[in-house]
């Protein structure tokens, strides 16, 4: 979870230094990545579960990010992938 809250510190950081136009595409690639989270996750996970899916997540991950948009700064897994997890991870049950 640390190195998910790194990623989303990083990916607030650089949502703020970016112009709008570059910021949406960068959203845009977090809320992709959630939505398959979610779809593979369902409503109701531990931290534990969410743990294991993002221990296999990084091809996936990868594709969900080139489908979303071709700008390849924007497919930065350490940011993109984290900031995706650490959002998600605020819903699973046992989050503290």
Do not use: K
Not at 37 to 55: E, I, N, P, S
């Amino acid at each position: 979870m640390i190195e998910w809250e790194d990623g989303r510190r990083r990916f607030q950081e650089l949502a703020d230094s970016l112009i709008a136009s570059r910021e949406w595409v960068l959203r845009r690639v977090v809320e992709e990545i959630t939505d398959e989270v979610q779809r593979r996750m369902g409503a109701t996970f531990t931290l534990a579960q969410l743990t294991d899916l993002y221990d296999t997540s990084e091809p996936w991950c990868r594709e969900v990010a080139q489908r979303t948009t071709d700008q390849v700064w924007a497919h930065d897994l350490s940011v993109v992938q984290a900031a995706a997890f650490a959002r998600y991870a605020r819903n699973a049950t046992d989050y503290r």
